[in-house]
């Protein structure tokens, strides 16, 4: 098969993508991959809106910027354009340049499709891009969703609840690409930072990945099938989560969220992560790290308070984890921590606070 006919199947299949519909608005960095990828979907039919976004980092910003503008104008598509001051959020955030040009890239290219209507985002991500994803996720200690990688179609997104995010490329090589280019005669921008080994992707794209690769030599394949294996599994325990938070509904006030130790014991420990990963998320707004998730499950058998980060704390009250950024109550009676205290029966034993 073809590479023109493999990209139609993919986008139709895979991320569910149609000639007919809406515009699907592409985002085109000037580089191989999108260059690419623009040139297959317009071949195919594909009603396009050009985007591109410039990270302000490399002299040469503006004039990927004008290429790709040119790329949109010869084939008579519709461009936008857009830019952010990448690093000053980096800089002001303590984030990496990557982190932050990669959001707001995307708070770019979401706001622009929802302004034109479009019925998807596509991006040019391949299949080594896929590699180096899953590996920089296993170096960080990620579990089952870093190790699932890129999906083909990805709705809801971070960046929007309703319009997809569609990667037609994420099975193809990098050289099936270079070879395609080159044969239909395509021209792209070449990013030097790409070589800047001060950055963790490129060390693993250099470096990391090529070595590996010795150990098995068709390496990205096989990162790929392990990819669409484990994004099965996520998928099916995703849905076992929302069953047991539909089981288990944790209470929900102003100051924070109360959850039955009932709701937890006797479940399995993957499953109580995932509770509580799911709690957090919709109490705080982002994912808990790991740590946090073992010190909450920690209180299942044991007392005290737990000091979390952002002033939360958590605690055991009434058959209850409670999460809160108050502290806890100390009306009740209490003994300090080690000390013991007996009773005779009958008689009275004094806790304080008017407490016997």
């Known amino acids: 098969m073809n590479l023109l006919a493999e990209i139609r199947e993919t986008a139709q ?61 010869q084939r008579g598509l519709p461009f936008v354009g857009g830019q952010g001051p ?113 950055f963790t992707r490129n060390r693993l794209r250099h470096e990391a990945l090529p070595m590996l690769e010795t150990f098995n030599p068709r390496l990205v394949e096989a990162l790929g099938r392990m990819a669409e294996s484990v994004r099965a599994d996520e998928a099916w325990l995703q849905t076992l989560t929302e069953e047991a938070l539909a089981r288990f509904p944790a209470t929900r006030s102003r100051e924070g969220i109360a959850v039955p130790l009932s709701s937890l014991r006797g479940q399995p420990v993957a499953l109580q992560r995932r509770l509580w990963r799911a709690w957090l998320q919709d109490l705080q707004g982002e994912t808990p790290s790991w740590e946090t998730v073992e010190t909450l499950r920690s209180l299942m058998e044991a007392g005290g308070v737990r000091e979390l980060a952002g002033g939360w704390r958590a605690w055991r009250e009434s058959g209850q984890i409670v999460l809160a950024r108050q502290p806890p109550p100390l009306d009740g009676p209490q003994l300090p921590l080690g000390a013991a205290a007996g009773l005779r029966l009958p008689g009275q034993l004094r806790l304080g606070k008017g407490w016997v």
């Open 13 to 73: 299949k895979r991320c569910g993508l149609h000639p007919e519909e809406g515009p699907l608005l592409l985002g085109v960095s000037g580089g191989l991959d999108s260059v690419v990828l623009l040139e297959i979907l317009h071949r195919l039919g594909y009603r396009l809106i050009v985007a591109h976004f410039n990270h302000g980092l490399r002299p040469e910003a503006a004039a990927d910027a004008r290429f790709v503008a040119g790329l949109a104008s």
């Open 86 to 198: 990448v690093r000053a959020q980096a800089l002001a955030s303590g984030r990496s340049l990557e982190e932050v040009g990669r959001e707001l890239r995307y708070r770019f290219l979401f706001a622009q499709a929802r302004k034109h209507k479009a019925a998807a985002v596509v991006v040019a991500h391949q299949a080594e891009d896929q590699a180096e994803t899953i590996l920089l996720h296993l170096v960080r200690g990620s579990g089952l969703r870093g190790l699932s990688g890129m999906s083909w179609h990805t709705c809801p997104s971070p960046w929007d609840e309703r319009i997809p995010l569609v990667r037609p490329l994420l099975g193809v090589r990098r050289s099936a690409l270079r070879a395609w280019a080159r044969e239909a005669g395509l021209s792209w921008r070449e990013d030097a930072s790409n070589a800047d080994l001060r």
